[in-house]
């Protein structure tokens, strides 16, 4: 099972860090995954990270202004998102992967309820 929290509603330029707790033991063996999702708009891939944390993905969108980490002694997946703009709102979801490729869906098993994010301009 996995919990987002720390979404909420910031100015536009301004910081926000998302936590997904997950429980259980295995935490440490998935790739976990980050995605979010606009009124209208596909689930999109935000960011990834290794099971380890060691290796990290992002989607061009957020290079460079948002950071994935872990803490597996916590079985906690993070995302500081900082200079947020007005089209990072959204309802953003944590996963884990099972197979395939970072950027896709389908190739998450679990997810999260989502926490919404809004960003006001």
């Known amino acids: 099972q996995l919990q987002a929290s720390g979404g909420g509603l910031v100015q536009a330029g301004g910081s926000l860090r998302l936590s997904c707790a997950a429980s259980?033991?295995?935490?440490?063996?998935?790739?976990m995954g980050w995605f979010r999702q606009a009124p209208g708009k596909e689930r999109e891939f935000v960011a990834a990270i290794s099971q380890s944390g060691g290796t990290t993905y992002y989607a061009d969108s957020v290079k460079g202004r948002f950071t994935i980490s872990r803490d597996n002694a916590k079985n906690t997946v993070y995302l500081q998102m900082n200079s947020l703009k007005p089209e990072d709102a959204a309802v953003y979801y944590c996963?884990?992967?099972?197979?395939?490729?970072?950027?896709?869906?389908?190739?998450?098993?679990?997810w999260g309820q989502g926490t919404q994010v809004t960003v006001s301009s």
């Open positions: 259980g033991r295995a935490f440490s063996a998935y790739v």
């Open positions: 996963a884990t992967k099972y197979l395939g490729p970072v950027q896709s869906t389908t190739n998450y098993n679990y």
